[in-house]
């Protein structure tokens, strides 16, 4: 964390009444290095303060208080207008909205330009680490076999999910063609996600196992600390907060 002495990094919550957003909330309340200044939701809030924290609707994002990193883990719908206030104010921002467009995506690398950006199907930094030694090892072993093969909750719909994406785009990266996937769905599983190289005679798998959600939420928070002190550009979370990985 900062020194104490330093003053907090302002931050900006989107998606403040989903799950994510609640655990962002909570969290950033135990660190001396942040302060949420606003917190915005889909629907109007029930109340405009809560834990001395003004609560606003999406729609009133427009008139938001200053503040120095935007963390939005919200819907597709509502990514844009985040990604705008951002860019207009030059401010950075922590995204972990998933189901974006191509267009969304193409408008994130144009706000880059004059804004740091951080954007990750998943903020655990153990997903971090284990992407990039996805990535190397399908460079070393291009001719073995890979699969990604994960495992979540059963109210999570998307399969495989954007995770599993994530690690099959750095198998791509390492060694130019696509893994195979599976998904189980069962029980209350925060996620696990596993990437199995096999041969004849050998096999080598990497394996991330996620048992508290608030992992995620940590690692957005560590990013937002990060990315505040960065120049323009968008900024992976492995890069971000592993450079010398």
Known sequence: MNDTAKTPIRLLIHGASGRMGQALLRLA???????VVAAYSRSQPAQRVKDEVPQFAAAELGGAPDFDVAVDFSLPDGFDPVLALCAARGKALVSGTTGLSSAQNAAI?????????????????????????????????????????????????????GTALHLGAAVAIGRGSEPHYASLRA?????????????AGERLELIHRA????????????????????APGRYGLAELMFPNL
């Open 187 to 199: 029980g209350d599983i925060v996620g696990e996600h596993t990437v199995q190289f096999a041969a």
């Open 109 to 161: 690398n144009d706000a880059a330009a004059g804004i740091a950006v951080v954007w990750a199907a998943n903020y655990s930094l153990g997903v971090a680490v284990l992407t990039e030694l996805v990535r190397r090892a399908a460079a070393a072993l291009p001719g073995w076999d890979c699969d990604v093969v994960e495992a979540h909750h059963t109210r999570k719909l998307d399969a495989p999910s």
């Open 211 to 230: 048992s508290n959600r608030d992992i995620f939420a940590r690692g957005a928070l560590e990013a937002a600390v990060r990315v505040a002190q960065q």
């Open 29 to 35: 309340r135990e660190r001396d290095d942040v302060r």
